[in-house]
């Protein structure tokens, strides 16, 4: 299941750096909740919808990588 969702570890990736962001930054501004929550979900279903849209290409690792499983 998790390999159809590619994009999903940049997905990940990029949460990690705005929750960390925002920690530093909490005693300079503060978010919103709101908008943390909204960031988090945007970045979340468009890493999701991105893998959907464009599926990964079949290159030599994709192909040695799926024959092992």
């Given at each position: 299941m998790m390999g159809k969702f590619h994009y999903f570890k940049v997905g990940l990736s990029l949460v990690?750096?705005?929750?960390?962001?925002?920690?530093?930054?909490?005693?300079i501004y503060e978010i919103p909740i709101v908008v943390s929550l909204g960031v988090i979900v945007t970045v979340l279903?468009?890493?999701?919808?991105?893998?959907?849209?464009?599926?990964?290409?079949e290159?030599?690792?994709m192909r040695s990588s799926c024959s092992q499983r």
């Open positions: 990690l750096t705005f929750v960390g962001s925002k920690m530093i930054l909490a005693s279903v468009g890493a999701i919808a991105a893998s959907l849209l464009r599926p990964p290409s290159g030599p690792e």
